[in-house]
């Protein structure tokens, strides 16, 4: 279980134990205005189940024979367009990577520092002596 899990479980057994609290004419209250509440709430539309291949189950619209047919265009189609997308990303990555590389590079070249500065272990240790005494 995850942080996240446990937090939301925490949250809901104070919320309960609240709940037994409540004096009972309030709670009778809540519970009437939860049932309105959800009086209004809209039933979800009905999909059509059917059995596909494998005795997994399929929501869709449609003839059998049709799905069945255009099933592996389809997938084809998704795992295409997947490929594209990822390849985009990494492409476009690539371009942020350089733009930020390039601004490292400038900063290194103008700086009065030389670029084997940076590299000295007792520059690293003055560093980090500078930034816990201004962190305080």
Request: proline content about 6%.
């Amino acid at each position: 279980m995850n942080r996240e899990e446990l937090f939301a479980r925490r949250i809901c057994e104070w919320l309960d134990e609240s709940a037994r609290q409540l004096p009972p004419d309030i709670a009778e209250r809540l519970r009437a205005a939860r049932e309105r509440a959800l009086a209004y709430q809209p039933l979800p539309a009905e999909l059509p189940l059917k059995v596909g291949a494998g005795g997994t189950a399929v929501l869709g619209h449609g003839h059998e024979a049709d799905d069945e047919q255009a099933n592996p265009w389809r997938t084809l189609l998704a795992i295409v367009a997947l490929l594209i997308g990822m390849a985009f990303s990494y492409y476009w990555n690539g371009f942020d990577a350089a733009d930020l590389n390039e601004e490292i590079d400038s900063a290194l070249l103008a700086d009065d520092l030389s670029p084997k500065a940076y590299l000295d272990p007792g520059f690293q240790a003055w560093l980090s002596h500078y930034a816990q005494e201004s962190a305080r």
